[in-house]
């Protein structure tokens, strides 16, 4: 075991650095005494919620006003020294500082993207200078189970140039026994729904999306359900028994607050009208999750479909939740919702992201550990979901390195713990 000041920040430094979307983000790079490394790759939504961290970009000409050099500055002059000299084991010390030193509501000081790049930065660190991987320095030893992925094989709303309302279609490889068993299922579906798509809608159908997805021009939702259906059974696998499916409603970006209503499928539907909506469809295909099914501001019909469909379908927040522990914990309470989704940048530090999954499970409730659309090489993300045993992850269509990436990861992590990993599969969606 090391000594305690092995673990002391001896040097933090943070660049600009280029997301998937061609974007610039925050690196950091953080050393111990004992040499121990960690470097973290702050990611980027698109369809943010409202109360979500804020990232720090500089405005004016450069990368189009893109650019994070104040939020590169934000670590270098004031994170930087003020964590150095601290202990990386420690790291909720470390985060509060973080926390204390930018003293907003949303990080809009130093930077969401500034905060959760330093953040995962110093526990990869930690873990370096343990000689441990990320997940069992978060997990210790007990920690072996591989996350069934949610995947993103069709997308729509703000991640695509078609008319689907729906943002994310996703397939859950459910009956495998180990996480390569279950990759193998989801990239054989993938492929099947390409080679149909190109069929039925032509070659442009098959450009991906940011997450890997296709966005081919199909207009409802039940015909992006219909191809999924069809890509699952002509693969030779069970819609429902090997291959659940999930959405991604995104719905706040479908809502129209001058009319009151939610805009899909060229329809124009009042909330009650969007539950039943949910329920025609959940009877018509295997959907077993719901994320963000009603906008941010309508937790009461979260609450109304929720009460619907228990016991078969999760109901999932995202926008709604923000990966803020005191959100989910009302939510909770108030019946609304099954799980949530944890975005490390939402809330801006490890330890906050780490409240909230610890609330979620302590309560028998799903925490779906995820990516962004806007993301990178960074691999942190898997490893939270084996180290708290989340049994679910979402990270994207597995095309386009950097959702590949936490795959490869996952694989990795799966063989180094060799006959003790255990892989989530349907259990993964029982409540
Ligand atoms: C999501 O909405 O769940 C998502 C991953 O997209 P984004 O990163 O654009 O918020
Ligand atoms: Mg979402």
Known sequence: MREVDEFTIKFVRGIQVLDSRGDPTVEVTVVTEAGGMGRAIAP???????????????????????????????????????????????????????????????????????????????????????????????????????????????????????KLSIQEFMIAPVGADTFHDAIKIAVEVYKTLKELLKATYGASAINVGDEGGFAPPMTSTRDALQALYKAVSVAGYEPGSDVYFALDAAASHFYDPSEKKYLIDERKLKPLELVEYYIDIINEYPVKLIEDPFSEDHPEYFKMLRSKVRGKVLIIGDDLTVTRASRISKFISEEIIDGAIIKVNQVGTFSEAEDSIRVLLRNDRKAIVSHRSGDSEDVTIAHIAVGFETGLIKTGAPARSERTSKYNELLRIEDYLGGDAIYSGKNAFLR
């Open 44 to 162: 980027a939504g698109a369809s943010r919620g409202r109360l979500e961290a804020v990232d720090l970009r500089d405005g004016g000409k450069d990368y189009r006003g893109r650019g994070v050099l104040r939020a590169v500055e934000a670590v270098n002059k004031y994170i930087a020294p003020a964590i150095i000299g601290m202990n990386s084991f420690m790291y909720r010390n470390v985060d509060r500082k973080i926390i204390e030193l930018d003293g907003t509501e949303n990080k809009a000081r130093l930077g969401g993207n500034a905060c959760t790049a330093t953040s995962l930065a110093v526990i990869n660190a930690a873990a370096d200078t343990a000689g441990l991987p990320l997940f069992q320095f978060i997990g210790g030893s007990r920690a072996r189970t591989l996350p069934v992925p949610l995947m993103n094989v069709i997308n729509g709303g703000a991640h695509a140039g078609n």
